[in-house]
């Protein structure tokens, strides 16, 4: 069963604006990690969060975790055309190697 | 520096056909994975190996196979395709636990 789920399914913002978007899970984490999946491609890593971090940066991406809430946040600012993606969130629990996927947010940025 | 390559791209099988997918990896990563991708359900771990010689049964095992015979090789195999098994496969790697994954590029299975 998927351990994520990510809101909104879908966004859709102008270039230049913030695209904000959520991940709740439902148990312990040791990390969670966000991906992007252009179209027909395969997944990028982009960020990954340990369980004792509260925000990351990277670039223009911001993620914070909240883990009394079991949710994260993905904040991609100053967006451009090629963030037009989808965008996972992954959890990665203690004493497992397995990392569960949640369905995705595609976002599309309009020029 | 490759990543990980997974061969073919695209395939199309009959019901009952049997094909094996590969992946390689060239960064000497200890844990492979194979994932399926539908549409509006995220990626859904098949199986994994925790090193060579190695598998273990994901979230979705049922009609599927896999082998881990040399360090940088996953083998995915269906035995008898069936329609359900339409789908985008994924494979990715990782050096150990709670790391960040590389992903291959897919393979777009479609079975009639």
């Known amino acids: 069963s998927q351990q994520g789920e990510e809101d909104p399914q879908a966004l859709s913002i102008q270039e230049g604006e913030n695209a904000t978007m959520n991940c709740s899970y439902k148990?312990?984490?040791?990390?969670l990690q966000w991906y992007r999946q252009n179209s027909g491609r395969g997944l990028v890593h982009l960020i990954l969060i340990r369980s004792n971090e509260r925000e990351k940066h990277s670039g223009r991406l911001r993620v914070t975790l909240d883990t009394s809430k079991k949710s994260s946040s993905l904040l991609i600012t100053a967006s451009r055309a090629a963030d037009t993606a989808s965008y996972f969130c992954a959890t990665d629990p203690y004493n497992d190697y397995k990392l569960s996927f949640g369905a995705g947010t595609t976002v599309t940025v309009r020029a | 520096n490759a990543g990980v390559t997974q061969t073919p791209k695209f395939r199309v099988l009959k019901t009952g056909q049997s094909m094996t997918l590969l992946c390689a990896q060239d960064m000497n990563h200890e844990y492979m994975y194979w994932y399926r991708q539908d549409p509006g359900m995220g990626l859904r771990l098949i199986h994994y190996?925790?090193?060579?010689?190695?598998?273990a049964k994901g979230e979705v095992p049922d009609g599927y196979n896999v082998s881990r015979l040399k360090k940088q090789n996953f083998l995915l195999g269906l035995e008898s395709a069936a329609p359900s098994q339409t789908s985008v496969y994924f494979c990715?790697?990782?050096?150990?636990?709670?790391?960040?994954?590389?992903f291959g590029s897919g393979t777009r299975l479609t079975v009639v």
């Open positions: 148990t312990s984490i040791n990390n």
């Open positions: 990715a790697s990782t050096p150990g636990t709670g790391g960040a994954k590389t």
């Open positions: 190996s925790v090193g060579e010689g190695t598998t």
